[in-house]
């Protein structure tokens, strides 16, 4: 019988999915994935996760509940580091343990821990053990990573392009406007923060729908990103915080955009150090129009439709100005 | 150069006796108060974790009595506290205080910056005054816990209550007037005789408590609203699972070679926790259950609101309670935590405690033992 390996679409889904989806299709198993993040599945999160946890960690145990009974194992792996000297944050490090003890009744974990902060030597001994889930045999192993990682690539490619991977669905290329009433703004927030429609209040659809062009990190170049980010004064030492960063000094210096969202998680450690940075760096060094939407189950729509409103309305009324003054100042 | 540094509960009193002896001037900052936590909360961002804002509280205060140096240690993650200089001297520049930040991070490599910049707080090249100043400034703190630990069993005990708290109030009085690892040692001296000397009431019940949680809230008592005492006249030994003086010589000594202490807090805490995941998370689990074991009547873990490791071994200790049938108390604090609601919370659990001991006791009786 095939095995049913659960994937929850939950933070790291959005940066990796394709990666173990292909893996685990091609060693054989059966791939579920939890459904779109609903009202049901929220509140159920909610429901069995301490309070004091920020809401994406809450919608992944909504999503581990959605999927924990018509599945062989639920993939939660232990992902402390993927890039040297760097990690992601205490609580993906913690994961399966908080998943294991937050709910009851949970089929097997496949919580294989994920460590390169000190080397990336012994990848292949992880991928392995991944593997062994479902077959002892290394060469499959072997084969079905690197198609894997064939897929994964081509999944980062898309969306370097523009396209958004919205409840993990990627959509197709944004419109790009080329004329003088075309909006660019810089869209910054954990990809499970910005993709998760709901989670998110569908601020990409909205912007989308305001003829918002949206540049995100990854559509700048990474190489760039990185060497903006290794001028720190101190290295930035979680992944998402150097990208972010890095960005952040980057729009300041080549500034095309109209204006810069911050979308962060209530309670989320790391944003309240990034985001208070980026900030400073964006819109006090950069003078770029900043906002910031920080969202928990308690957030209600209607605000956050406010805000982009009153927002994007600056923009314009910026935009308008800059186009009445003359050239040469 | 005058140096200063965030408070942690004992720590300066060792910090001052290593700086006076190597000759440096600093300022320790005014002991933790309402004022420090509001300074703090003004200029910090909103939602970064409690020990942040109390840092900057300190320095600003330090700042105003003439000080123009900074020391902080610092950590490579994963937690918040690897990144807080950086936030902290961005908010000292924007309010127009260009400080001079020594940042004492684990040197991942780099021993050269790591050396020289103690060369540079020490204001010393000679390793040989420097590591006696070290030395002594290490021994002061490991003598400052051991006076934490009598006052642990005194508090519960005491004829009068209130008598060991005036003792250390006079004391931490005290601290501040003498110099050097001498009078210090002295000073510790006395203050452990006469706290050893407090008339104790043989006739209390005295219940035991654990007290885990983030290194920061648990240690400095301004933070944790003062629950030592609280819980000791309320009739509690308590036993702290971190402390002051080893946290220091994680940093100083065993981080900068990569190594840590307590393989036994490490080895209980593996079946619940597998790995460090930053912060002191493991520490608070291996604890929950070293202490579980030891037969404490109860747990109490206090963090500091968003505290992300502390979150996670939150959500794993109600799976500790129900294994040892251990009760557990999770106390959450912030800048808007009041001390009514605090102390009836405490107040609840210690009678439940004290409940569940005599329910125990009544059990034994009947059961003939
Ligand atoms: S990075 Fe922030 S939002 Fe993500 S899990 Fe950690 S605390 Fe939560
Ligand atoms: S352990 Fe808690 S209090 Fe300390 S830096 Fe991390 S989040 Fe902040």
Request: aromatic share 10%; charged share 25%.
């Amino acid at each position: 019988m095939t095995i049913k390996i659960g994937i929850p679409r939950g933070l790291w889904f959005y940066d990796y999915y394709p990666l173990w989806k292909t893996f685990y299709e091609e060693l054989g198993a059966e791939i579920i994935i939890s459904n779109p993040t609903n009202k049901n599945l929220l509140d159920k999160g909610v429901k069995n996760t301490v309070d004091e946890a920020c809401l994406p960690v809450k919608i992944f145990n909504g999503h581990v509940i959605d999927l924990k009974d018509r599945v062989d194992y639920i993939f939660v792996p232990k992902m402390m580091s993927v890039y040297k000297d760097e990690y992601i944050c205490p609580k993906f490090c913690g994961l399966p343990e908080m998943v294991e003890h937050s709910i009851p009744n949970l089929p097997p974990l496949i919580d294989t821990e994920i460590n390169f902060n000190q080397s990336r030597k012994h990848i292949m001994k992880t991928v392995y053990e991944f593997g062994s889930y479902v077959t002892k045999n290394p060469i499959k192993i072997r084969k079905a990573y690197s198609k894997a990682l064939q897929a994964y690539e081509e999944y980062k490619d898309k969306i370097s392009q523009g396209r958004f991977p919205i409840d993990g669905e990627l959509t197709s290329k944004q419109l790009m406007l080329n004329n003088k009433n075309k909006k660019k703004i810089a869209l910054l927030g954990h990809t499970y923060q910005l993709y998760d429609r709901m989670g998110s209040m569908d601020i990409m659809k909205k912007l989308q729908d305001y003829g918002v062009e949206i540049l995100i990190p990854e559509m700048i170049n990474m190489d760039v990103i990185n060497e903006k980010a290794a001028t720190l004064e101190k290295k930035m030492f979680w992944s998402y915080g150097r990208k972010a960063l890095g960005t952040a000094i980057y729009l300041k210096e080549n500034s095309d955009i109209d204006g810069a969202i911050y979308v962060s998680a209530f309670g989320c450690g790391i944003d309240s150090i990034i985001g208070d940075l980026f900030e400073r760096w964006t819109r006090k060094d950069g003078d770029i129009p900043f906002l910031l939407l920080t969202i928990d189950e308690h957030t209600g729509e209607a605000g956050v439709n406010t805000r982009l409103e009153a927002f994007i309305d600056m923009i314009d009324w910026r935009k308008r100005d800059e186009g009445n003054l003359p050239a040469h100042g | 150069m005058k140096v200063t540094f965030p408070h942690m509960g004992n720590q300066y009193i060792a910090t001052k006796v290593l700086f006076e002896e190597l000759g440096v001037d600093i300022i320790v900052p005014p002991v933790c108060s309402k004022e420090t936590l509001e300074i703090g909360t003004k200029y910090s961002p909103e939602s970064i974790c409690l020990p942040l804002k109390i840092n900057i509280g300190n320095f600003i205060e330090s700042i105003q009595q003439g000080a123009d140096t900074i020391l902080m240690s610092g950590s490579c993650g994963p937690c918040r506290f690897g990144y807080y200089t950086m936030l902290q001297k961005e908010i000292l520049q924007e309010i127009g205080h260009n400080i001079d930040f020594v940042l004492l991070d684990p040197p991942q490599g780099d021993y050269k910056t790591f050396v020289n910049r103690i060369f540079h707080i020490t204001n010393t090249k000679n390793p040989y005054k420097i590591i006696k100043a070290l030395a002594q400034g290490t021994k002061v703190l490991y003598q400052v816990d051991e006076l934490d630990d009598i006052a642990y069993y005194k508090r519960p005990r005491q004829r009068k209550i209130g008598e060991v708290d005036n003792l250390l109030e006079q004391f931490q009085k005290e601290v501040r007037n003498v110099k050097g690892y001498k009078e210090m040692k002295q000073l510790v001296g006395e203050t452990k005789e006469k706290l050893m000397a407090i008339e104790e009431d043989p006739n209390k019940e005295v219940i035991k408590v654990g007290l885990i949680g983030e290194i920061y809230t648990i240690i400095e008592p301004f933070v944790n609203l003062n629950v030592e005492k609280k819980l000791g006249e309320m009739g509690v030994e308590l036993d702290r699972s971190l402390k002051v003086s080893r946290w220091l010589t994680e940093h100083l000594y065993l981080h900068p070679l990569g190594l840590s202490m307590e393989k036994d807090i490490i080895k209980e805490a593996k079946p619940y926790m597998k790995t460090m995941i930053g912060g002191h998370a493991r520490e608070t689990i291996g604890y929950a259950v070293k202490y579980a074991k030891e037969g404490y009547d109860g747990l109490v873990q206090i963090y500091p609101f968003t505290c992300m490791p502390e979150i996670v071994a939150q959500s794993i200790l109600p799976t500790i309670e129900k294994d040892f049938d251990i009760p557990y108390l999770c106390l959450i604090v912030d800048e808007l935590t009041g001390d009514a609601g605090y102390s009836t919370r405490l107040e609840a659990f210690v009678d439940l405690l004290k409940r569940r001991r005599e329910m125990k006791e009544d059990a034994k009786l009947l059961s003939g033992y």
